[in-house]
């Protein structure tokens, strides 16, 4: 392939049109025109969720695997012989540790380097990517501190190799939907959003045989919002987050730990070890985000209460607003005055996303979390291909990431109202929002 060009912000635009008619160009190569240029990517993590991006990876014409690295060898011998069966090769595995991701990223057969290890690798596995002139792709969040934030910004501007954060929700159809009708004015001037990660994982904090996860240890030792990024993505890309307003400042609170401990004893009884540990993450904590434009963001994390699953979506402007929990709307001249929410039915109808009317088929065929895994790696496959800035660009993958570290900062500050930094220093003035673009 090609060499990479230096990307920067200014150029994002210009180059995000030559994307889409080259994607395009690539749509129909998939549909039996001439077969698309190979992106050859190298998969870092291949667990569970490493497993479900590198399924969605093997359904894209084109798109190759000389390379898998995890510290488990049954991991990446399940994902070789994955690759085998969809490609006809069988990878190189990298199974010596938790460096070794070092020895795969270096490799001259590969355009872009994915992560989906435990969240504390995947900025050390993106600066390594990036450093080689790899592009990244990371799973979520992408840095832990505002250190790794920093250098995530730093090491792509130096390298001018892209990193993207492969947040599937802001490919949900009903997320693109919403940033259409944002777009078109349909809510009017925006004011406030309510979002959260409210999914009970606390299944996730051990194996059968009674042995922590990383997610235990995390929860012992850290009080915050530490998964931010599923409900905060979409709407930063409604409120054009870094394109237009940014984050000001974030106050965090957490309730009281009960939730993972109590689990563990109804699950391993009173005198098992993970039952006598003392978990310093609460249970539920909320946060308060606010813009430079004055609005406003209320942000929950809870997953250690026995729940149904739940980002809220809550999105409000001068004109109406959408409840996601209830999947309603009210819209203020068109649905009925003071009476009762709409089903967003007929609204996901009219507002279709480009996306999603293209590549509803395939997303539905092949990818997980609804089909938004699908659309998740086209899109960062597509940037690697045509060498563009990915829609999900690293000052992105920044600020979301940002607030783990801020509301951990927060909640041992009794709630204190902490700066949020400005990763674009000053651009997020002239750039220019997230378009309304197809495949």
Known sequence: MKPYPKITRRTFIQASAVSGAAATVGARAARGAAAPEPVRVGMVGVGQRGTGLLRALLQLPGVE????????????????????TARGTRPDAYITGERDYENLVVRSDLD???????????????????????????????????????????????????CMMLENVCYFQNVLSLLRMVREGVFGELLHAQAGYQHDVRFLLADRDGNPTWRTDLYQHLDGN????????????????????????LSSV?????????????????????????????????SLLQTANGLTVTLYYDVCTPRPYDLILRLQGTQGLYMGSMDKIYIHGTSPQHETYEDFAPYLERYPHPLWTELAEEAARHGGHGGSDYITVYEFIKAVRNRTQPPQDVYDAAAWSAIVPLSID??????????????????WRSNEPLGIYGA
């Open 65 to 84: 695997v000389p390379a898998v690295c995890d510290i488990i060898e049954a991991h990446a011998a399940r994902a070789q012989d994955m690759v085998e």
């Open 112 to 162: 872009a380097v994915i992560t989906a290890t435990p969240m504390d690798l995947h900025t050390p596995v993106m600066l390594a990517a990036m450093r080689a002139g790899k592009y990244g792709g990371t799973e979520v969040p992408a840095a832990m501190t505002l250190d790794e934030c920093w250098e995530l910004v730093k090491t792509s501007e130096e390298t001018g190799i892209p």
């Open 254 to 286: 957490s309730t009281r730990p009960v939730g993972v401990r109590q689990h563990m004893i109804e699950k391993f009884g009173p005198e098992h070890p993970l039952a006598q540990r003392e978990y310093l993450k609460g249970d539920i904590n909320t």
């Open 410 to 427: 927060s909640v041992a500050r009794g709630g204190a109202l902490v700066e949020f930094p400005d990763f674009t220093e000053g651009r």
């Open 226 to 249: 530490l998964y931010p990024t599923h409900p905060i993505g979409p709407v930063a890309q409604w409120m054009n987050i870094n394109r237009g307003d940014r984050f000001t400042a």
